[in-house]
Nanobody, 122 residues
């Protein structure tokens, strides 16, 4: 079982930067890929980016070149560095993790944090 807690959200002006963090607990050694999604009011939850266990990253086109995902396996954290923020980046940002349900099986689950609000003002 994995628990995820996001932090670092807040209010920032357009063009500014913000760094989100996600801390994993429970059985973080079972985590493989981690990532970020976001959901704005009235919208579906949207993929932002993900990072594999060996730090290979994939980003949505909407954030490519502006956002950077990194992870620290020793600290069981993943971060989302957001630069050149736009008003349309305003959303609740969710951390996600793909992890084995336990160390003895090949069954995998997706886990989600509770989200952190990011608001970008004009």
């Amino acid at each position: 079982q994995v628990q995820l807690v996001e932090s670092g959200g807040g209010l920032v002006q357009a063009g500014g930067s913000l760094r989100l963090s996600c801390a994993a607990s429970g059985s973080p050694s079972n985590i493989d890929t981690m990532g970020w999604y976001r959901q704005a009011p009235g919208n579906q939850r949207e993929f932002v980016g993900r990072i594999s266990s060996d730090s290979i990253t994939i980003y949505a086109d909407s954030v490519k070149g502006r956002f950077t995902i990194s992870r620290d396996n020793a600290k069981n954290t993943v971060s989302l560095q957001m630069n050149s923020l736009k008003v349309e980046d305003t959303a609740v940002y969710y951390c996600t993790a793909l992890a084995r349900v336990n160390a003895r099986t090949n069954f995998w689950n997706n886990y989600w944090g509770q989200g952190t609000q990011v608001t970008v003002s004009s």
